[in-house]
C-alpha cells in the first residue's frame, strides 16, 4: 500500500516524494502514507520522525551547505550504532544507512524509534525531587557502561586513534576555531595556550560518546531507567574522563547556559553533588582517575568551540535551528567559565 507523502511540518529541506519512494523500495513491507516531521530543535544533525502505518522510524541527516572537515559524520554514527546493538548499551535499533545525496541531499541513515522521555534540563522539573537522584545515577550508570565496552569485541578498534587523546583535541578544536570563528576571544587564546601545558598523567582509551548529557538520553515513560543513548555524532576512541568532564558541565554552569545548576540548591531538589555524580560512576565500573579542573575546562573550551561553530554556520545560512544565532552567541560564555576555572 502506498500514498502520498505528508511533510508539512517546518524545516524539510528535501523532496519527501524521493524519499519515501527510496524507503518503499529498500522497506518493501511498509503500509500507508509516509508522514515526515522535524524532531526539535537541535545544532547538530537534522533529525525526522518518519512514520508509515505499520512502522515507525526516524531519520538523521547532515545538515544542507558547507561543513568543517570531519563534521557531521552520520556514517559513523550508523557504525556505532550497530556496533553496541548487541552490548549493554541501550542504543536505537538501526535500519539502513544511505550515502547516495540525490533522495534527501545529504548522507543519511534510519533507526527504528522508540517510546520514551528526553529530559533536556539538568533540574528535572518534570521529577519528583525524591526520585531525581535515581535518573542521575542511571546516566551515570550508563556512562560506566559505555566506558567498559570492549572494543575488539564489538569492532571499534579503529574508530578513532588510541592515546595522547587530550593532546589531539585540544590541537583539533583549535584548528575548528580557527576554521569557524567569526569574531576575538581573549579566553579562547588563553585556553589554547593553557591546556596543553598542563594535561595530567594518564591515557585510557574507551569509546568516548562526546555528547554525553541528560538531553542525548531517553528514559522510559515511567522508570528512572535510561532506553537509549542518542545523537552519537561527536563519537570516537578516546579518554573516558572527556565524556565524564562534559557530562559535570552542568554544575559549572547558569540556567541560561543549557540547563546549567549554578545557583539551584542541590539537596533541597534531590540533585546530587558532582562529587556524589562521579563517585556512582566510578562505582559503576568507570574511569578511577578523578575529574580535575584540566578535564572541565576542556571541556568547557570544546562546548565554546562548538557553539561558535553553531555561530559560523548561522552566519553562513546553513544552521540547523533557527536559534543558531543566539546559541553560538553564548560560545564567550562557556570560555569565561573555562578560565574562571584555571583561574
Request: hydrophobic content about 45%; charged content about 20%.
Amino acid at each position: 500500500m502506498s500514498g502520498a507523502a505528508d511533510s508539512t511540518a517546518s524545516g524539510i529541506e528535501f523532496d519527501a516524494e524521493r524519499l519515501q519512494r527510496y524507503l518503499r523500495q529498500a522497506l518493501p513491507t511498509l503500509e500507508g502514507p509516509m508522514r515526515l516531521a522535524r524532531i526539535g530543535g537541535g545544532q547538530s544533525n537534522p533529525t525526522f520522525f518518519v512514520d508509515f502505518d505499520n512502522r515507525a522510524l526516524v531519520l538523521r541527516k547532515q545538515p544542507p551547505g558547507e561543513l568543517l572537515p570531519s563534521a557531521h559524520a552520520v556514517d559513523r554514527e550508523y557504525r556505532v550504532l550497530r556496533a553496541l546493538a548487541d552490548t549493554d548499551v541501550p542504543v536505537p535499533r538501526t535500519v539502513l544507512y544511505c550515502d547516495d545525496r540525490a533522495v534527501v541531499g545529504t548522507p543519511f541513515y534510519v533507526m527504528e524509534k522508540l517510546e520514551g522521555r528526553v529530559m533536556p534540563n539538568y533540574a528535572l522539573p518534570g521529577i519528583a525531587p525524591a526520585e531525581r537522584r535515581a535518573y542521575y545515577f542511571a546516566m551515570a550508570d550508563t556512562l560506566a557502561r559505555l566506558h567498559a565496552v570492549d572494543l575488539a569485541a564489538v569492532g571499534l578498534t579503529d574508530y578513532g586513534r588510541p592515546g595522547n587523546f587530550f593532546q589531539r583535541q585540544i590541537a583539533r578544536w583549535t584548528r575548528q576555531w580557527e576554521a569557524s570563528r567569526t569574531r576575538e576571544d581573549a579566553n579562547i587564546d588563553r585556553l589554547i595556550a593553557w591546556l596543553p601545558a598542563n594535561m595530567p598523567p594518564g591515557d585510557q582509551t574507551t569509546i568516548a560518546h562526546g555528547d554525553f548529557r541528560f538531553g542525548n538520553l531517553m528514559f522510559h515513560p515511567t522508570e528512572p531507567r535510561v532506553i537509549a543513548v542518542l545523537d552519537w555524532e561527536l563519537s570516537t576512541l578516546g579518554h573516558p574522563l572527556a565524556d565524564v568532564a562534559y557530562n559535570c558541565m552542568a554544575w559549572h554552569t547558569g540556567a541560561d547556559e543549557f540547563e546549567g545548576m549554578q545557583g539551584i540548591d542541590l539537596a533541597a531538589e534531590g540533585i546530587p553533588t558532582q562529587a556524589e555524580y562521579v563517585a556512582r560512576y566510578q562505582q559503576a565500573g568507570g574511569c578511577a582517575e578523578p575529574v580535575t579542573n584540566f578535564h572541565l575546562a576542556f571541556s568547557l573550551f570544546r562546548f565554546a568551540v562548538i557553539l561558535e561553530g553553531i555561530a559560523a554556520r548561522a552566519k553562513s545560512g546553513s544552521a540547523a535551528a533557527k536559534d543558531a544565532v543566539q546559541v553560538g552567541a553564548q560560545a564567550a560564555g562557556f570560555a569565561r567559565r573555562a578560565v574562571a576555572l584555571i583561574d
